[in-house]
């Protein structure tokens, strides 16, 4: 199963960008969509994560400035970066998780998120 993760790219430290991860529809129903991060020198780390239902988190680091949305009808997971600090420098991948019967893991090739001071 290929995920597609697009957006990442330069930007100022206070700027926006927004991510976009597209997957089958037909690995949603049941499955948790999620975002991580993982930053020269460091564990990836979960970001954010939505439900098939709706539902979602984010991480405390992100709090307030992140959003995590969704549109099951056309397979897509988004994730909107508001105020950016180069703290949030990393490569970002977007991630399909189910795990009841049948459970899977899919992970998106990486897009790089760098912010400039």
């Known amino acids: 199963v290929q995920l597609q993760a697009s957006g990442g790219g330069l930007v100022q430290a206070g700027g926006s960008l927004r991510l976009s991860c597209a997957f089958p529809k037909s690995i949603i129903g049941g499955a948790t969509m999620g975002w991580y991060r993982q930053a020269p020198g460091k564990e990836r780390e979960l970001v954010a994560r939505?439900?098939?239902?709706?539902?979602?988190d984010v991480a405390a680091s992100v709090k307030g400035r992140f959003t995590i949305s969704a549109d099951n009808s056309k397979g897509m997971v988004f994730l909107l970066m508001n105020s950016l600090v180069p703290e949030d420098t990393a490569i970002y991948y977007c991630?399909?998780?189910?795990?009841?019967?049948?459970?899977?893991?899919?992970w998106g090739r990486g897009t790089l998120v760098t912010v400039s001071s």
């Open positions: 991630n399909v998780k189910r795990t009841i019967t049948p459970t899977y893991t899919f």
């Open positions: 939505i439900t098939s239902g709706g539902t979602s």
